[in-house]
């Protein structure tokens, strides 16, 4: 069955630190992926997403995550935090353009001073 | 960017009453748009498509008679919750999608049913 995982609930980092939020997926087709960003309060907004060719992809922010086939991974990173960034995550998972979105549990951003 | 509106934002309704939830582009026209819903620390559910003019087409497991969608125009779909009970309390989340498949985001609707 598809489905997208998001291990843990919660990251912490310090501002300017790596940011690493992973997803892995489970798909019998090949799949789109996507990384959404929801602010408190506020709708889901695409961060970045892969569809075919180039396996890295970046998105606004200065975020960018990368498609492993090998892996079933498409995990988001970020070089150094802002405090901006603090946020929920979701990665989502939409097999071969269906358009109905499978969603991660989400990930909640937090990053200290 | 595209906005996708909702409202209310916040509702409270006693158990067994019915009630009804706002979706709408605001900058765009949406012949499909999608219901989410959310539950505390989990993802979002994906309850149903709405196409505009058309009959909604639900997901496996969602009552088609107690979550009624309405697609009448090209800007606005609504759920209505109907004989709502405690375990329809939820953050009710709809997307529209533009004519290059791009889907966007309402801010979500909490749904408290006392």
Same mark, same amino acid.
């Given at each position: 069955?598809q489905s997208?995982t998001q291990?843990?609930?919660?990251v912490?980092?310090?501002e300017?630190?790596?940011?690493?939020l992973?997803?892995?997926?489970?798909?019998?087709?090949?799949?789109?992926?996507?990384w *959404?960003?929801?602010?408190?309060? &506020? #709708?889901?907004q695409l961060? /970045?997403?892969?569809?075919t @060719?180039?396996? =890295?992809?970046?998105?606004?922010?200065?975020?960018?995550?990368?498609f492993?086939?090998?892996?079933?991974?498409?995990?988001?990173?970020?070089?150094?935090a802002?405090?901006?960034?603090?946020?929920e *995550?979701?990665c989502?998972m939409? &097999? #071969?353009?269906?358009?109905? /979105?499978?969603?991660?549990? @989400?990930m909640? =951003?937090?990053?200290?001073? | 960017?595209?906005?996708?509106?909702?409202?209310?934002?916040?509702v409270?309704c006693?158990?067994?009453?019915?009630?009804?939830?706002?979706?709408?582009?605001?900058?765009?026209?949406?012949?499909?748009?999608?219901?989410?819903?959310?539950?505390?620390?989990?993802?979002l559910?994906?309850?149903?498509?709405?196409?505009?003019?058309?009959?909604?087409?639900?997901?496996?497991?969602?009552?088609k008679?107690?979550?009624?969608i309405?697609?009448?125009s090209?800007t606005?779909?609504?759920?209505?919750?109907?004989?709502?009970?405690?375990?329809?309390?939820?953050?009710?989340?709809?997307?529209?999608?533009?004519?290059?498949y791009?889907?966007y985001?309402?801010?979500?609707?909490?749904?408290?049913?006392?």
């Open positions: 069955a997208v291990l843990g609930s919660h912490s980092v310090s300017g630190a790596l940011v690493l992973r997803c892995n997926y489970s798909s019998s087709v090949p799949p789109y992926l996507f *959404y960003v929801q602010y408190p309060n &506020q #709708g889901l961060l /970045l997403k892969y569809t @060719g180039a396996t =890295l992809v970046k998105g606004i922010n200065g975020f960018e995550a990368e492993k086939k090998s892996e079933t991974s498409f995990h988001l990173t970020k070089p150094s802002h405090m901006s960034d603090a946020a *995550y979701f989502a939409d &097999q #071969g353009g269906s358009e109905k /979105l499978v969603f991660g549990k @989400g909640k =951003l937090t990053v200290n001073p | 960017g595209a906005v996708v509106s909702q409202h209310p934002s916040r409270i006693k158990s067994g009453t019915s009630v009804k939830i706002e979706c709408r582009s605001l900058d765009f026209q949406a012949t499909t748009m999608f219901w989410y819903r959310q539950f505390p620390k989990k993802s559910m994906l309850m149903a498509t709405s196409n505009e003019g058309s009959k909604a087409t639900y997901e496996q497991g969602v009552e008679d107690k979550f009624l309405n697609h009448a090209l606005l779909s609504t759920l209505t919750v109907t004989s709502a009970h405690p375990e329809d309390s939820s953050f009710y989340i709809c997307s529209a999608r533009d004519d290059v791009e889907q985001f309402g801010p979500g609707t909490r749904l408290t049913v006392t």
